[in-house]
Structures are given as C-alpha cells and as structure tokens.
Nanobody, 112 residues
Framework: EVQLVESGGGLVKAGGSLTLSCVVSGFTFDDYSMGWFRQAPGKEREGVSCASFSDNVIYYGDSVKGRFTVSTDSAKNIMYLHMNSLKPEDTAVYYC?????WGKGTLVTVSS
C-alpha cells in the first residue's frame, strides 16, 4: 500500500526557515517522480517542486526558486522540503505527491 505522510509544518516568522518531511512507503523514490505542492486558503493547489531522483533532476516553481530545496534520505524513505527566507505568501498546506497518491498535508504559517 502506498502511503505518504507529511510533517514538520508550523508557525514561523517571515525570513525564517522550516523543513518539511514526507515519509513514504510502498514504493522507492527511484521508480517515480515526486512532487511537493501547496494550497493556500482560497487558492488553487500550486506546484512547488517536481523531482526525478533517478535522473537527478529537480524543478522548482518560480515563486520558491532559490529559497526552497528538495532532498531525500533513501535509507529512511523520506523526502524533505527545506524552506528558507519564508514569506507570508508561503502560508499554505503543503502536500507531497506521487502520481495520483497524496499525503494529508502539513500546515505552514508564516507571520509577518
């Protein structure tokens, strides 16, 4: 059974940093592309990153490029989203994704 479980969200001040985790089970990173998405209140879900770890290629959305990075710990089956220089507009529920599988999300709130 495929499972994705996000954690690490919380309240942080603008300019701060936060790292989200996505623990996956039921598959290995190298077999699929993985993504981070976010959805702010009243807005549509937005792509944050898309990664093909087998090809060592990671794309970032324009709004987070240069501030967010993705990494993995393959031994622990965890994908991370390292978020720096956070802005209030980064406030959203963050989800990890593989194909049609989604986690339940973790809330990130950035105060001004």
């Amino acid at each position: 059974e495929v499972q994705l479980v996000e954690s690490g969200g919380g309240l942080v001040k603008a300019g701060g940093s936060l790292t989200l985790s996505c623990v996956v089970s039921g598959f290995t990173f190298d077999d699929y592309s993985m993504g981070w998405f976010r959805q702010a209140p009243g807005k549509e879900r937005e792509g944050v990153s898309c990664a093909s770890f087998s090809d060592n290629v990671i794309y970032y959305g324009d709004s987070v490029k240069g501030r967010f990075t993705v990494s993995t710990d393959s031994a622990k089956n965890i994908m991370y989203l390292h978020m720096n220089s956070l802005k209030p507009e980064d406030t959203a529920v963050y989800y990890c994704n593989r194909a049609s599988d989604w986690g339940k999300g973790t809330l990130v709130t950035v105060s001004s």
